[in-house]
């Protein structure tokens, strides 16, 4: 609705997951630097842990789009998957062929069998292989172990499949606390944390997103607007978001192009009563953070 009066291409602070508009922020591109040098030099687990919203999504796409050919890459965005089902969508998006026609009993076996000629055969092209599980704190413990087995086929050199395991928090204590995971934790070779953005952070990724968008007349968030929104959203990327999308809603009804705390508000109760209901009576917008 906004987008032609501040001449946007598009909407600036949609909540999908689009590499375009990653905010370079410290620590992300902390966590992308991390990354690039564990796939590069070959050491195997690499896990980038981080809250809800904080744009893990998003630089595991950007990560993606980075790694160039002859690298080969497949992103599970779903994991939610038995171990057998997660194999097979490992193997379709590297775009591998499954040996035989598996029954239940040989399933998981032929599976692992036909990655690991893959893995072979790319080994034999030069390529690096890179697998990326997304919200992998929703993995069962069996597909983490097959995973892990999945990261045994290797020269005496190098792992010949870098796992990059990308999750929320409790990723992070199940692999510290969980001793059937004992073997894939010791194969972690780097693990990163993305806190949520400051106060500066958060004008600056505003900012950013709507450079991206490409306005024509470019909206403008008052200090205090800016304050609101860091102090309510937590600096979490997605709630950002979610509260600027609608504050921009409210400066086209009032045909403004300054936005202020007042429309910042606005949208804010009704976004928070439904994102957060246990947190909704306890932030304040005065309160500190």
Same mark, same amino acid.
């Given at each position: 609705m906004y987008e032609d009066f501040y001449g946007f291409r598009e909407r600036p602070f949609h909540v999908t997951a689009d590499p375009a508009f990653i905010y370079p922020s410290q620590h992300h591109q902390e966590a992308m630097a991390h990354l690039t040098y564990g796939i590069q030099q070959r050491l195997g687990f690499l896990v980038i842990t981080g809250e809800v919203g904080t744009g893990k999504t998003t630089l595991a796409k950007a990560l993606v789009e980075q790694l160039q050919a002859p690298t080969k890459t497949a992103l599970i965005l779903n994991p939610a998957l038995s171990a057998s089902q997660l194999l097979r969508a490992i193997l379709r998006d590297f775009g591998g062929q499954q040996n035989g026609q598996? %029954?239940?009993?040989?399933?998981?076996?032929?599976?692992?069998?036909?990655?690991?000629?893959?893995? &072979?055969?790319?080994?034999?092209?030069?390529?690096? !292989? !890179?697998? +990326?599980?997304?919200?992998?704190?929703?993995?069962?413990?069996?597909? &983490?172990?097959? !995973?892990?087995?999945?990261?045994?086929?290797?020269?005496?050199?190098? %792992?010949?499949?870098? +796992?990059?395991? !990308?999750?929320?928090?409790? &990723?992070?204590?199940?692999?510290?606390?969980?001793?059937?995971?004992?073997?894939?934790?010791?194969?972690?070779? +780097?693990?990163?944390?993305?806190?949520?953005?400051d106060e500066n952070e958060v004008a600056s990724y505003i900012q950013h997103r709507i450079q991206i968008a490409g306005a024509k007349h470019a909206p403008r968030f008052t200090g205090e607007a800016i304050t609101s929104i860091a102090r309510t959203s937590q600096g979490i990327p997605r709630r950002i978001n979610r509260i600027c999308d609608q504050a921009l809603l409210a400066g086209f009804t009032r045909e403004s192009y300054v936005i202020d705390e007042t429309m910042v508000k606005e949208g804010q109760t009704s976004i928070f009563t439904e994102e957060m209901p246990h947190e909704a009576g306890l932030i304040k917008l005065g309160d500190k953070i």
């Open positions: 598996s %029954k239940v009993g040989t399933m998981r076996g032929q599976l692992l069998e036909s990655i690991e000629r893959f893995l &072979l055969e790319q080994a034999d092209l030069g390529a690096a !292989v !890179v697998l +990326i599980i997304d919200e992998a704190q929703a993995l069962s413990t069996s597909a &983490l172990e097959n !995973v892990r087995l999945l990261s045994n086929v290797e020269t005496p050199k190098a %792992k010949l499949l870098q +796992i990059v395991l !990308v999750g929320q928090p409790e &990723l992070d204590q199940r692999l510290n606390s969980d001793p059937r995971l004992r073997a894939l934790r010791q194969r972690i070779a +780097i693990r990163y944390h993305i806190p949520p953005l």
